[in-house]
């Protein structure tokens, strides 16, 4: 699994769409995760190189663009 890191990304309040690459924020660090479901201004994330079973459905608020 990768280790997340504390630094800000700089969240904005941007739409995400399903299959992209993200950052999410858990537990004040941010991991790299994908986005799996939207649903209602909700959207399902996978954390990479984790189960399933911590898949979790977050708000834009703890969510960033991944830039490459």
Excluded: F
């Excluded at 904005?12 to 939207?38: D, G, P, R, T």
Aim: aromatic share 14%.
């Amino acid at each position: 699994a990768t280790n997340g890191w504390s630094a800000s990304p700089s969240p904005v309040q941007q739409s995400y769409n399903s299959s992209e690459n993200i950052l999410a924020l858990w537990h004040k660090k941010w991991w790299h995760a994908q986005v799996i479901c939207v649903k209602n201004n909700r959207y399902k994330v996978h954390y990479q190189g984790s189960s399933k079973k911590w898949d979790e459905w977050l708000r834009m608020n703890r969510m960033a663009k991944r830039c490459l």
